[in-house]
């Protein structure tokens, strides 16, 4: 059952991951694919979640959080370059 619902959330995961690979390369402005970008460091994030738990190795959800706040970070960066320039 617990097999069944990884997997699930795998399958998942991958059709978020190709949605927003079409969103980066279909995207009109570069605000599209800022947020495709943010999209697929979420589904990243998830990821690497997902295989700390698989692998049983909570460590790398350390990886994840450091990583999601990098993320976070590089996103106020870039929004404000495009509202205002540096």
Known sequence: MAEGILVAAA???FC???LGVFRLILGHTVV???AA???LTVFSISMIALYAHIADR???LDV???YGVLSFLA???IARYLERGL
């Open 11 to 13: 399958v998942l995961i």
């Open 16 to 18: 978020g991951i190709v």
């Open 32 to 34: 599209d694919r800022v």
């Open 37 to 39: 970008v943010d999209m």
């Open 58 to 60: 909570f460590i790398y």
């Open 64 to 66: 994840a959080l450091v």
């Open 75 to 77: 996103v106020l960066a």
